[in-house]
């Protein structure tokens, strides 16, 4: 395993727990108002802190694979990663505030 694949491991976990903060809040928000939009933004916060669980679970299990061994990929996955955790970030200060 490579350096970018660990990284990504890492910035994953760091996705993980901004999503599980803004679950949390619009889940709160959700029972105080019950609108359409923000149960929409609970259920895509949702969706995508399932994704990134399961991304988690994968890089632990199936570090024996050929391609995860290949720099590319991994540099590659960091950088969607690395997007992920970018939009993540703003959605949560945006929210928090």
């Known amino acids: 395993m490579g350096l970018p694949t660990t990284l990504a491991m890492a910035v994953?976990?760091?996705n993980s727990?901004?999503?599980?903060v803004l679950v949390s809040v619009w889940l709160s928000n959700?029972?105080?108002f019950r609108t359409p939009?923000?149960?929409g933004l609970l259920g895509f916060a949702?969706?995508?802190f399932v994704e990134n669980l399961i991304a988690l679970a994968f890089f632990f299990n199936s570090m024996r694979t050929l391609y995860?061994?290949?720099p590319l990929v991994g540099s590659v996955v960091?950088?969607?990663r690395l997007l992920e955790l970018v939009a993540v970030s703003l959605l949560t200060y945006a929210t928090l505030k």
């Not at 727990?17 to 599980?20: I, N, P, R, Y």
């Open 12 to 14: 994953t976990a760091i």
């Open 17 to 20: 727990v901004l999503l599980a």
């Open 30 to 32: 959700y029972r105080q």
């Open 37 to 39: 939009m923000v149960l």
């Open 46 to 48: 949702s969706v995508l």
């Open 68 to 70: 995860s061994m290949d």
């Open 78 to 80: 960091l950088g969607m």
